[in-house]
């Protein structure tokens, strides 16, 4: 009922703009003598956000018996915001790589996103399309993190993708029904 109302959420906070402009404005109140503590602080906290989502991946892993290193974890989404094909300044980026230091074999899919660019930019492919979900012995998954709220994800089986309730789900964007995710932010 508020007029003109947005409703933010926590999430990674990439793109052009907004990931950016900050660090312009903290530096420019510095030359002036005014030390930006809150703006510097939110970006540290926006910076380190990758890092915390793969270590609460990492946590749900082992408290479901996995063993992390080798792990085969999809993320859904790379590109800054949903619905859309720009890539630049992506923070999703930083889940997969923390993902991959802890040796997890980590697979990015994203509808939107060009492989080429994404190959070019960050240094790694993207599937150009799922493997089929399989609920029984052996799942394609371990883990599957929501890091992009694309459409095409609001309707996927994703707990057929982890083999049922035996993998974590990760929701980043809160799209998913809470009685299918592990967490969220």
């Known amino acids: 009922s508020l007029w003109n109302f947005l409703p933010f959420r926590p999430g990674l906070v990439g793109g052009h703009c907004i990931g950016v402009d900050p660090y312009y404005l ?3 109140a510095q030359e002036i003598g005014y030390h ?6 939110g970006r540290r906290l926006n910076d380190g956000m990758g890092a915390h989502v793969a270590a609460q991946t990492v946590k749900h892993l082992i408290r479901k018996g996995h063993v992390v290193a080798g792990s085969r ?8 915001k949903e619905n859309c094909p720009d890539i ?13 230091d802890y040796q997890c074999h980590v697979d990015v899919h994203d509808p939107h996103a060009s492989s080429g660019e994404v190959e070019s930019e960050y240094g790694f492919s993207l599937l150009s399309e799922l493997p089929p979900g399989n609920a029984g012995n052996s799942p394609a998954y371990a883990a599957v993190i929501v890091a992009v709220a694309h459409n095409e994800f609001r309707v996927l089986d994703i707990r057929a993708l982890v083999g049922g309730t035996a993998g974590v789900v990760y929701d980043l964007k809160g799209i998913l029904d809470r009685d299918v995710i592990d967490a969220r932010l």
């Open 36 to 41: 930006p503590d809150l703006i510097l602080a």
């Open 73 to 80: 974890v999809l993320v859904l989404g790379v590109t800054f």
């Open 26 to 28: 903290a530096y420019k």
């Open 88 to 100: 630049r300044n992506s923070r999703v980026v930083d889940i997969v790589r923390e993902l991959q």
